[in-house]
């Protein structure tokens, strides 16, 4: 069993920068690969970013690439995103989700525990 919850959620102007932590419950936790996902009002989850057990494996949706990184402090049972040049398209609740294992990365089925999501506005 894994609890997680986001903080680092905010309003930000357009071209800024946030960063979000996931921390997690569990001694279990660095057995987890962990995925950042979003929700914008009347759209469905989609995919941010992947970054497995270890961190030594990393994967974006291109809507973020280059401008969002995903890493991972397993001593310290968290996850963060660093988000960058933000948009306002990045205008969603953020969540955090574990999985142990699964076949697609980006497919929100294939996660098992979920955090409450934080709200990250960037206004233009």
């Known amino acids: 069993q894994v609890q997680l919850v986001e903080s680092g959620g905010g309003l930000v102007q357009a071209g800024g920068s946030l960063r979000l932590s996931c921390a997690a419950s569990?001694?279990?936790?660095?057995?987890?690969?962990m995925g950042w996902f979003r929700q914008a009002p009347g759209k469905e989850r989609e995919f941010v970013a992947y970054?497995?057990?270890?961190?030594?494996?990393?994967y974006y949706a291109d809507s973020v690439k280059g401008r969002f990184t995903i890493s991972r402090d397993n001593a310290k049972n968290a996850v963060y995103l660093q988000m960058n040049s933000l948009k306002p398209e990045d205008t969603a609740v953020y969540y955090c989700?574990?999985?142990?294992?699964?076949?697609?990365?980006?497919?929100?089925?294939?996660?098992?525990?979920w955090g409450q999501g934080t709200q990250v506005t960037v206004s233009s």
């Open positions: 989700a574990a999985r142990n294992s699964g076949s697609s990365i980006v497919d929100v089925t294939t996660y098992d525990y």
């Open positions: 569990g001694r279990t936790f660095s057995s987890y690969a």
């Open positions: 970054i497995n057990w270890s961190g030594g494996r990393t």
